[in-house]
């Protein structure tokens, strides 16, 4: 039996006197693997930032285990990919936040673990390029390599697919579905097709969050209009 990670207990968030998610509760496993769909301004990537810390909880809390750490890919808009680094850099960035490290000094090690990532996800060949330079997929599989940089025991994702053609967001899921044999995973997405790869449970979210087991038999449209209310 898989170990829990964290859980959500009793969680409501209020913002701008409104509530956003009201008496959610769920656990995450070591290795499951949660699609989240709803709603625009359903809450899902208020959830998300919850369970970050981004966003504090009204009531109720986030039970977080012991040393938890999170790698997260946020929505592709918010990214300046205009910013003059190139993908090692971009990846090699986030060992600033690695443990027990006295001095922003990127080591042999770090630099190693970047090189081998990048030849994992077939990104050694851009290693000098800048992001501007890559396309959207290629910028998407720089961004979950950074997140990932620092072995995450949960990956959160929102929209990871939005923007990006038929097989670059299949490329994506294929991605995800080896990834979760090391890590959880909770993505956010509108992409109903999600239901056809490894996602193991669907998280429906419109204030309130209902859970159901993936049998790639669900109807999604059916899940969202059912909720619609909360």
């Known amino acids: 039996m898989d170990k829990i990670i964290f859980s959500v207990n009793n969680v409501s968030v209020f913002l701008n006197n409104s509530c956003v998610l009201e008496d959610v509760n769920f656990t995450v496993d070591q290795f499951d693997y949660i699609g989240m769909i709803g709603p625009n301004g359903g809450g899902k ?5 919850a369970i ?6 009204s009531k109720g809390n986030i039970d977080l285990g012991r040393g938890v750490r999170f790698g997260y890919v946020p929505q592709f808009s918010t990214y300046n990919k205009s910013f003059p680094m190139t993908v090692f850099e971009t990846v090699l960035s986030a060992r600033i936040n690695v443990p027990l490290k006295s001095f922003h000094r990127y080591t042999s090690e770090d630099k ?8 994992r996800l077939q990104l050694m060949s851009f290693r000098d390029m ?8 290629q910028q998407q599989k720089v961004f979950i390599a950074r997140a990932i940089i620092n072995k995450p025991a949960v990956l959160l994702l929102d929209e990871p697919t939005s923007g990006l053609d038929v097989d670059t967001t299949k490329e994506i899921y294929r991605l995800m579905g080896e990834l979760n044999k090391e890590m959880a995973i909770i ?4 992409d109903f097709s999600m239901i056809n790869y490894d996602i193991k449970k669907i998280a429906c979210v419109n204030r309130k969050v209902h859970i159901h087991a993936n049998t790639k ?4 449209v059916h899940l969202t209009s059912l909720y619609a209310g909360g």
């Open 45 to 49: 990537t208020t959830l998300i930032k």
């Open 52 to 57: 970050l810390g981004d966003t504090p909880v």
């Open 112 to 119: 190693e673990a970047v090189s081998e990532l990048l030849v």
């Open 130 to 137: 800048q992001l501007k330079e890559l396309s959207g997929g």
């Open 187 to 190: 993505m956010v997405s509108h």
């Open 217 to 220: 038999g669900l109807d999604l």
